[in-house]
């Protein structure tokens, strides 16, 4: 399956944003997907996780009031909405498919399929 995220863009502190990742050839329904996120100078990092069915989901602590993800299988698509935005949230955020009928992972090497990223700038 390949992956291609877009949504992201610069938004004030405290704005909102939806990423989307559009994924093609191959059954998608199948997939755990993820959201990561990599900061300047930092490593690449989780932020969320959904199961194939979608009844699985996943937050790290930092984003848990903030965000949500969700899928729409029948537009092979994943979403990330992102309220309350901040600075820290500032990053590359890249949306990621691992193993057909797994439980989603909160690692990266839960995953071994990536997108390209979309860059996520929040200004104070």
């Known amino acids: 399956v390949q992956l291609q995220a877009s949504g992201g863009g610069l938004v004030r502190a405290g704005g909102s944003l939806n990423l989307s990742c559009a994924a093609s050839g191959g059954t998608f329904s199948r997939y755990p997907l993820a959201w990561f996120r990599q900061a300047s100078g930092k490593e690449r990092e989780f932020v969320a996780a959904?199961?194939?069915?979608?009844?699985?989901?996943y937050l790290a602590d930092s984003v848990e009031d903030r965000f949500t993800i969700s899928r729409d299988n029948t537009k092979s698509s994943v979403y990330l909405q992102m309220n309350g935005l901040n600075t820290e949230d500032t990053a590359i955020y890249y949306c990621?498919?691992?193993?057909?009928?797994?439980?989603?992972?909160?690692?990266?090497?839960?995953?071994?399929?990536w997108g390209q990223g979309t860059q996520v700038t929040v200004s104070s």
């Open positions: 959904i199961g194939w069915s979608g009844g699985r989901r």
């Open positions: 990621a498919a691992g193993t057909i009928w797994s439980t989603p992972a909160l690692t990266r090497e839960g995953y071994n399929r």
